[in-house]
């Protein structure tokens, strides 16, 4: 079984930044693509940004520009730099990682709040 816990959620300013992470219990080469999504209150879960075993990134029409999706393989841990924050960015994150076998882990969930 594998288990990521995310963490680096919190409250931030409209314009601001904050990073989320998201550790894996097992090396995340076992992983084809690694992603996050995130849930605002009364709306579906969607994909807010991934990145495959080779590096590659993708992102979500709302945040392309703003956010950046990376890896630190030493640590088995994939970040989430978000900038320019906006007050419809609030949600609970999640990440999640999918391997070849199609298998998906979910982490529990980090709260981010964008006001003034």
């Known amino acids: 079984q594998v288990q990521l816990v995310e963490s680096g959620g919190g409250w931030v300013q409209p314009g601001g930044s904050l990073r989320l992470s998201c550790a894996a219990s097992r090396s995340i080469f076992t992983f084809n693509v690694m992603g996050w999504y995130r849930q605002a209150p009364g709306k579906q879960r969607e994909v807010v940004a991934t990145?495959?075993?080779?590096?590659?990134?993708g992102y979500g029409d709302s945040v392309k520009g703003r956010f950046t999706i990376s890896r630190d393989n030493a640590k088995d841990t994939v970040y989430l730099q978000m900038n320019s924050r906006k007050p419809e960015d609030t949600a609970d994150f999640y990440c999640n990682f999918r391997n070849a076998l199609g298998e998906a882990y979910w982490g529990q969930g980090t709260q981010v709040t964008v006001s003034s």
């Open positions: 990145i495959t075993s080779g590096g590659s990134p």
